[in-house]
């Protein structure tokens, strides 16, 4: 019985290894892949040497060129004026933007008016008999006194004695503490110093504040300056009043501005120079970010290609008879995408796109970017 399972299992793998032979001899045998030399396709153009401007990328934020922090420079409660205290609201020159309660500090003015009128009354007699050449000046200014208006220059003294007399009274001493106290006055009333737009509100109607608070900021919309580095190798070729092209982050909206100021000191830590921009444009505002592009000079005999053709920093692949060959050129200038050179003679045919894999001596098939 052993022999005969023996001899069974024999069969069976015979049959299996004889099924699968048949089953691989069937197969049909793959055709071997030829490879293909064929060239690869290139796109050229010629070179077209021309004066190529060199053009520095720089970036900012747009701050007004008018423009004021309102500190409180008197305590008191803050009254509105005619129009409130917002960000948004805009005022004329000269017109009143905060107001803060005088009335007590208004009172002790009247006092002290009221106490230079009491004493220039006291030395009529006086000024009657003894200085009678200036008696008269001093009558006129007293009968035109009034305590709820500006105090006036005090009348002059026509000597020396009598200019002791009018010290020894009390008068001069009484009358610059009006003049100071009448100074303060004026801070109680904060107005606009040029037509402009509120665009920082601290405070609100009815609260507190003391002296050195800020209560927001003013500014004019009509006039900004963008703050841009430049790098100090293009500093000389900087020019005050030079137009410069003006691009918001999205590339959308377009404007021109001059330049205006140049920084005298270089940074020395990045080995630039800061470089103000003026513009004017009713749709810009305070604290958009744009970019600047700064015409510094002019490249004679030059190209401006893609920076990605570069290799190494400093040379280009050319066909010469449908061969690749690769040659050095001098950069001048670059940006993120862009690179001026020079070294290319007029007529030269240069890759316009990146090959893989590409090396000097590949056979390429050429076509020109027209055709």
Known sequence: MRKIIIVGVCIGLLLIGMFVSKTFSET?????VIPNNAPKIVYVEKVTNSEIPIVVNANGNL????????????????????????????????????????????????????NLQNLIASIMPDMRLDYQESYNAWYAYLKEFNVNQTTQKLPPTNSDREQLFVTAKNIYNTFYTIKNLEERLVKYRITAPFSGTVTEANVNKGALV????????????????????????YVNLLQKGKEVLLNDIEQKQQYT?????????????????????????KNLREGMYLEANIP???????????????IDNNKLFVVNSKTLDLV??????????KVVIKGLPDGATMLTQVLPNAYKGLIVNPVTIDE
Do not use: C, W
């Open 328 to 337: 050095k050129v001098t950069p001048i200038h670059s940006n993120d995408t």
């Open 210 to 233: 003391r002296s050195g608070q800020k209560l927001g900021e003013f500014i004019n919309p009509s006039v900004y300056e963008l703050e841009v580095n430049v790098n100090a190798m």
């Open 257 to 281: 501005g001059k330049v205006t100021r140049i920084n005298a000191r270089v940074d020395q830590s990045t080995q630039t120079v800061t470089v103000f921009i003026e513009v004017k444009d």
């Open 28 to 32: 049909p045998k793959k055709e071997a």
């Open 63 to 114: 701050v007004a060129k008018n423009k004021v922090e309102l500190f409180a420079e008197v305590q008191g409660l803050l009254e509105t004026s005619g129009k409130e205290f917002r960000p948004g609201v805009s005022f004329r020159k000269g017109e009143t933007i905060l107001k803060i309660n005088s009335n007590e500090f208004y009172a002790t003015i009247l006092a002290q008016r009221s």
């Open 296 to 310: 510094v000079e002019k490249a004679e005999n030059a190209i401006e290609i893609d920076r990605k053709l570069l």
